[in-house]
Each structure stands twice: as C-alpha cells, then as structure tokens.
C-alpha cells in the first residue's frame, strides 16, 4: 500500500486532466486590444436590450475571429505579466436568489467530513464539503483532516486554517459547527453512519442517496472525501465553490506570517520573483513510469518504489516522455524559462521536497539561474516549529508561491491545480505550464540549431499556456483549475481598452 501520489490522473488519480500532459495545439494568441475594445462594447451594448450575460460561448466566437489574424501576427508577451488580466475581475459573489445557510437548529443533520490526501487534495474535498452541506440543507461540522496518508501529518483543521474566519465568512451559505452538540451526541444510540460517495458524483446523488440516511440518522459521516462531487455545476454553486476555496480557506495566522516573511525576503532582494512547483521527487517519478538517464541504479531505485502501488501498468518510458507524461528535469524548466526570456539575474523560488539526485541534479537549474533560493534557505532556524508538520511547509510553499509574479507548474497535480485556478480568479497572474509533449521535442534537438531559433520555438509551442486569460483548456478540465463562472468581462465602460 502507497499513496497516489499528488500527481497524474491517467490512472484515476488527481481528477481533471492535462497540466503538463496533453494540452492541444498552442493556437491561441492573446486579443488584440483594439477588437476586444470593439467587441466588449458590441456586447455590451446588446446585452442591454436583451439583458443577456456574455457567455463561454459568446466569448469563444469573437476570440475565434481574431485568433487566426493575432496568430499570424505573433504578437511577443510580457513575460511577467498578462496585459489582458485588467479586462476581466473575480466575481462570487452570491446571487439573490441563493438559498441563505438553514439555520443549525432546522437543518436536516449534521455532517460530519474526513478528506483525504495531501493538503491541496484535503483543500478540494473541504471546498466541495461546503457545498454539499448546502446541497443537503446540512449543518456542515468542521472538516476533519487525514491523519493516515502518506504525510503523515496530526494536523487538525484550525492548525492548518483560520476556523472562526472559515465558520463566520460561510455563514450566509452553510451552517458550520466546530463540533456536534453534546445533547446530539448523547442521544444518538449508535456510532455515526459512515458512508463514501463515489468519485465526481452529481449533485443528485447527494438528494437521493445521502440525504435519506442523514435524515434518518441526524448524522452522517462521508470518507475519503476529496474529489466526490462533479466537477461541472450550476453557476451559484461554482461561485460558492470560489467563495469556499479563494475567501473562507484562510491559513492560521501563523502560518499566514511566516509565508509572508519568506515573500518579503524575496521582495527585498528582487521587485519580482519566479516561483517554480518542481515536483521532481522520487514517488513522482516512479509514478510517472519515466526514465531520466541515470542508468540501472535509477531503474533499481525507481523501480523499488513503484512497487508500493500494487496496479500500476508496464509503461514504456520512452513513449511516456513523448506523451508529455513525463516532469522535466530541473534542468530543463530552466532552459525553458531562460528560452522564454527570463535573464539569469532572475529570482528563484523553488517549491518542492526531496528532489530525485539531489544537489546534482539541481545544480544545472541553478547554473541557469544563481539566484535560487528554497524555503530552507530562506527561513534558516524560523522553519524549526514547522518541520514536524508537512502540511505546514506545504502551506508555507503555497504562499509563497500565491504570491509570485511567475508560477511555473512542473506537473498536473492538485497544487498546481488549485494554485493555477486561484491565480486567474485572482487577477489572472502568470502561471506557466509546460509543454512537456513539445519540448521535450526540442531538448532532443537541442543541438541541432542556436539558441535563437530554440528560444523562438520554445516560445511557440508555450503560446495558450502562459497564464493568459484565454489560454488552452485541457480536454477534461478541472474548475478548480480554470475556475470560469468566478470570472467575468469587465463592463465596456469599464474596461480601459484603447489602441
Ligand atoms: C433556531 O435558532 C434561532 C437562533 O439561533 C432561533 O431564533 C429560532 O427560534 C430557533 N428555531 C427553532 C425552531 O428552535
Ligand atoms: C432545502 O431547503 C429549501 C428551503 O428551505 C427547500 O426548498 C429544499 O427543498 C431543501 N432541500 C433539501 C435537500 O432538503
Ligand atoms: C549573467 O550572465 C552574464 C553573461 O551573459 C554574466 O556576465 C553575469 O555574471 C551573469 N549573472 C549572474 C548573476 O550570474
Ligand atoms: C469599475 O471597476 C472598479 C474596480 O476595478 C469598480 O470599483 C467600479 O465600481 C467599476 N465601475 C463601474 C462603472 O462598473
């Protein structure tokens, strides 16, 4: 027995697709200004008669109409920052018509929600415990954290999260209760009912199947809760998902600080940072079934490790890397990043835990990129309190890179999930996800051209995958990625589009 690891999904893993796997053509350019002016305010101006609110659809037919014409114009980005993020704004708030939280006392039970996972997977699995309390006219009680994955972590909840701030901003959707009352506790005859819903269930699952039980029993416990409700919802419960995950969810104070500080440090040193997700750890690795040229040793090590999942297939390591299923080295998100113009004077900020060959295989990356700094050498000493608890230096990570000017993804998993998802919802901040597929392309032919024509072609197979707000949606996206109904066209008037 081993944990999945926070990674792919090809083997049902994870949810969502594509990150780094298999995204489609780079196609798309970002707008021109001129026609995105023109067609905000055409929009606009229909809409008034018709009180008709731009859709995904609308949306997609007017950038079909200027994406052939920009493509072909190849227009250079800003690499640090999207131009076209000012013409869109966080929308969640809840509508009039949204059903207020029951109160505790009319509720139709309690229930109570053990999530799973690493901390973004058990981030997921609160979000969407939210909202099926509010499916079920539930009194949610406080998520319990898992204690039993691969991280072994004690955390409970409000070590990890502000809980009087979780329970007081939800309170107009859903009832929270640390705890189930002692009078509830004490007239209960038997253990709570247990249940698991099936992955990505649909709302009516939880009416149909669910609620009966919950009703009948006044509480009801759900397990293994992470992904287990559906991933496409209506427009009011996406946005409760939003007002869950980017404004309720808040790490402890601190936890808050000690992100914050390591930020400052960086902001000290340089106006602007990259945060990079590397992610090149040994579980990863062999879970990915690839093959990074370290000889039968690496075959051994990688080898052994895979053995922890039981019903993990034969894979061909090659076809994986031409897949895109494969991470990059570090050394190649480096060649990456300087190919797309980030100078060697750049600040590094690297996210990860053990990474495979340690040192050895970090120093080309940091040959590439000197200033490179983890949160170890950031914090020194302050780190200490934080060690024993994985969780908490995952959530450090995590603010550490919310806040960069630059995230770079190095894999599909839940943090580069859900981090990819906040920063567009928070102003659409760049995040780059690799192109594994097509680079991996180009290091083969690495020596076959200078290092002009690799940066221009680097930079073309990375076009939709950028952070910009049109970018490439893998074939089955996940909200939590590309969390679309929590973000809306500015107002015509409102947009400051000019030539
Ligand atoms: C439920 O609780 C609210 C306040 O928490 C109270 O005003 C209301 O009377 C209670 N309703 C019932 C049916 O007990
Ligand atoms: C929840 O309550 C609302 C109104 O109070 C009601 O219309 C709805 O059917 C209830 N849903 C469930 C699942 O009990
Ligand atoms: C960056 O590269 C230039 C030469 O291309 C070199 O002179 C400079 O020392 C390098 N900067 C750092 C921080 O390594
Ligand atoms: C324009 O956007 C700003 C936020 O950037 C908002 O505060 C303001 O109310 C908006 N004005 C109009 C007319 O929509």
């Known amino acids: 027995m081993g944990r999945k690891p926070d990674a792919a999904t090809k083997f049902g893993g994870g949810g969502g697709g594509g990150g780094a796997a298999s995204p489609r053509p780079a196609r798309r350019a970002p707008p021109s200004p001129v026609f995105l002016g ?53 929308c969640s708030e809840r509508s009039t018509d949204f059903r207020s939280a029951v109160l505790e006392n009319s509720s139709t039970g309690y229930l109570l929600i053990a999530t799973s996972g690493g901390l973004n997977q058990q981030r997921i ?5 939210v ?40 309170s107009r959707d859903v009832s929270v209760v640390k705890r189930i009352p002692y009078e509830v506790m004490m007239s209960m005859d038997k253990l709570p009912w247990t249940m698991r819903a099936p992955r990505k269930s649909m709302p009516d699952f939880y009416t149909s199947e669910v609620l009966p039980i919950l009703m009948r029993r006044r509480v009801l416990q759900l397990t293994k809760f992470d992904y287990r409700l559906t991933s ?20 402890t104070n601190s936890i808050q600080a000690m992100g914050q500080k390591l930020v400052q440090k960086l902001r000290l040193m340089s106006s602007q940072y ?26 051994k090590e990688l080898g052994e490790i895979r053995k922890r999942w039981d019903t993990l297939p034969e894979l061909s390591a090659e076809e994986e890397r031409s897949r895109g299923k494969c991470p990059l080295t570090p050394h ?49 000493e302050d780190l200490e309190p934080f060690l024993p608890f994985s969780s908490r230096l995952a959530a450090i990570d995590f603010i550490v890179c919310d806040e960069s000017d630059v995230f770079v993804t190095n894999n599909n998993g839940n943090m580069a999930k859900v981090l990819a998802g906040r920063r567009r919802y928070m102003g659409h901040k760049r995040t780059i996800r690799p192109n594994a597929k097509k680079l991996n392309v180009l290091f083969q032919r690495r020596n076959e051209m200078g290092w002009d024509m690799f940066s221009r072609k680097v930079k073309k197979v990375q076009r939709g995958l950028m952070g910009e707000p049109d970018d490439i949606r893998p074939r089955q996206y996940d909200f939590h990625e590309f969390p679309s109904s929590c973000i809306c066209i500015r107002k015509p008037e409102n947009t400051s589009v000019t030539a």
């Open 38 to 90: 023109t067609a905000l305010f055409v929009l606009g101006f229909v809409s008034l008669f018709t009180g008709h609110v731009v859709t995904d659809a609308d949306w997609s037919r007017i950038r079909s109409r200027w994406r052939s014409k920009q493509f072909r114009n190849n227009e250079p980005i800003d690499i640090w920052k999207s131009k076209y993020s000012s013409l869109y704004h966080a």
């Open 125 to 129: 699995g609160i979000t969407d415990a």
């Open 131 to 170: 909202v099926v309390a509010w499916i079920l006219n539930a009194t949610l009680v406080v998520p319990q954290l898992d204690h039993h994955s691969f991280w072994k972590d004690e955390s409970e909840f409000s070590d990890i999260f502000d809980v009087d701030w979780f329970i007081s901003y939800l």
């Open 232 to 251: 496409e919802l209506d427009e009011d419960l996406q946005k409760l998902r939003c007002r869950v995950n980017y404004h309720a969810l808040r790490f």
């Open 274 to 299: 990259v945060a990079i997700h590397l992610r090149f750890e040994p579980d990863m690795l062999a879970f990915s079934g690839c093959y990074y040229g370290g000889g039968e040793k690496e075959r």
């Open 332 to 380: 190649e998100v480096g060649l990456m990043l300087r190919a797309l113009g980030f100078g060697n004077d750049t600040y590094m900020y690297v996210a990860s835990g053990e990474i495979y060959g340690g040192e050895e295989t970090l120093k080309p990356l940091k040959e590439l990129f000197p200033n490179f700094y983890t949160k170890e050498m950031l914090a020194v």
